[in-house]
């Protein structure tokens, strides 16, 4: 059965980067990036909440009820998340977030599998596994160190620490959602409840920005202008995070994030060369391409750890 998450984490990787740039586009059209990621998770909550009635597992949330509550949080990392990828693809472009997030991803899924934290059964720190980490992580800086200084008066540092953070949050976040499909045994109703959650999250911290004026007055005028591919955010969320959750227990942390990982990789090098979603057009220089190679070879490692 594990072989089936190979293709499944790849291509739930790959939509990350559609999400970015959807999110993005939806961002400039309500004029506030935490606006926009309120409606893209509220998307993504309507699609999970769909799925899990046409899959006749509604009632499995009934059991939330006699869950340990925290197990029902996890969906706060995707909003935290979703608003870092909003800012940071347009101010260091799509290889170099993802690269950053990458790294922060495989530290925190190596120490959930090696220490066996969150539920994740530990498998320890075996060779294999430290060595394909440490090859994605050498590839994920090669990618950091192929990208050109950042614009005039960003604090480099300070958005570099804020990938890392982003990229962490998201194994932790599946090693909760894991232990709630325990709990609940539906997959679509975890991935609808981590998404309500993660809505509710959100809606919070825009309140609270509109009220200190730290963001925006939002605006749906420039919504009508948008492309259709701006609704895109919620679903490739949706799909990102129960492919994730339901990987976990079977092939491990590190190597579900891996597969996830590659897929990333891969999709945010053509949205950088050819500017997808309206982003800027980014060349790819060879150290950058070395650096995508190695996150792959790193990612074969800890397939075959």
Do not use: C
Request: aromatic fraction near 8%.
């Amino acid at each position: 059965m594990d072989h089936l998450f190979i293709p499944l984490a790849l291509v739930a990787g790959g939509l990350l980067a559609v999400q970015a740039g959807a999110n993005a586009q939806l961002a400039k059209a309500t004029g506030s990036a935490f606006a926009a990621t309120t409606l893209q998770l509220s998307v993504g909550t309507a699609v999970l909440i769909l799925v899990t009635l046409a899959t006749g597992t509604f009632a499995a949330l009934a059991g939330l009820t006699q869950v340990a509550w925290w197990h029902a949080i996890g969906g706060t990392a995707s909003a935290f998340y979703v608003v870092a990828t909003i800012l940071l693809f347009p101010r260091l472009g799509a290889v170099v977030s993802v690269g950053l997030i990458i790294a922060g991803q495989m530290l925190a899924s190596v120490a959930l599998d090696g220490f066996g934290w969150l539920g994740v059964p530990p498998r320890g720190f075996g060779v294999a596994s430290l060595a394909g980490a440490l090859v994605v992580l050498a590839g994920a800086a090669a990618v950091v160190f192929g990208q050109t200084a950042g614009p005039a008066g960003m604090p480099r540092p300070g958005w570099i620490l804020f990938a890392l953070l982003a990229g962490a949050v998201l194994p932790v976040q599946g090693a909760v959602n894991a232990l709630l499909r325990q709990d609940l045994g539906a997959p679509f109703a975890v991935g609808a409840v981590s998404f309500f959650v993660a809505t509710l999250a959100m809606a919070a911290v825009l309140l609270l920005a509109l009220a200190f004026n730290r963001q925006p007055r939002p605006s749906l005028t420039g919504v009508a202008a948008m492309p259709w591919w701006g609704w895109l955010g919620g679903l490739a969320g949706a799909t990102y995070v129960t492919t994730l959750f339901t990987a976990i227990p079977v092939i491990g942390t590190a190597a579900a994030v891996g597969l996830t990982v590659a897929g990333q990789q891969l999709a945010s090098v053509l949205v950088d060369r050819n500017g997808w979603f309206r982003l800027a057009e980014r060349p790819v220089s060879g150290l950058r391409l070395a650096g995508v190679v190695l996150i792959i070879a790193g990612v074969a490692v800890l397939k075959l750890a």
